[in-house]
C-alpha cells in the first residue's frame, strides 16, 4: 500500500522541493501539494479506497473536510464509505458550516484532510463536528508530514506517513541563508 502511494506521490510531482511557508506558518524544505495527486481521480479514489477500508462496517454518515485541500478527498472518501460528504470553510478567519451543511446530533462522522503538519485545520474542524454533537469515528489523511506524531483522540488513518522537517520562521536554516520563501497553500 505505502509503495504504491508514494509513487502516486512522486509521479504527480506532489512532492516539492524548495524552501516553503507551510499552512501552520512553519517553514521547510519540503512540501506536500496533494492537488497535484486529486487531478487524477483513479489516484484519488485509490488512496480514499485504503482508507475506507479502516472504517469497514463502522457505518460513517458523514464525511466532513475542511475547505480547501480537503474538499475532493473528503468527498472521494464519503463515496468509498456510502456516507454524505461536506465541508467547512474559513469565513472571517474562522473554520465554519456554511452552504446550508448540517451535522445532526450523533451523526457518525470521520473527518478528512488532505495533508497534516500539525493538524491544526483538522482540529478545527473536530470542533465544529464536537459542537454539534457528532460522534467523532476518525480521522483521514492522504499525507501525514508529523511522521505519526500527531494524536487527535480518535482513530487517526493516513496513506502516507514521513517526516518532514519544519521550522518556525525565526529558526529556519533557509531564511538564514537568505532563500526566498514561497507560500503554496490555500490559506490566506
Sequence with gaps: MVNKVEQILHETGALLTGHFQLTSGRHGAQYMQCAKVLQYPEHTAYIAKILADEFA????????????????????????????????????????????????????????????????????????????????????VMVDRSGGKLDFGVKFAAAYSTAIESYMPEDCPLCQDGVPVVKPGSRK
Design 57 to 140: 462496517g463502522e457505518d460513517v454518515d458523514i464525511v466532513l473536510a475542511p475547505a480547501i485541500g480537503g474538499i475532493v478527498f473528503g468527498y472521494e472518501l464519503a463515496r468509498a464509505l456510502g456516507a454524505k460528504s461536506i465541508f467547512a470553510e474559513r469565513e472571517d478567519g474562522k473554520m465554519t458550516l456554511r452552504r446550508g451543511f448540517e451535522i445532526p446530533k450523533g451523526a457518525k462522522v470521520v473527518i478528512a484532510e488532505d495533508v497534516v503538519t500539525t493538524g491544526g485545520s483538522t482540529k478545527e474542524v473536530m470542533a465544529i463536528a464536537q459542537e454539534h454533537g457528532a460522534n467523532i469515528l476518525g480521522t483521514c
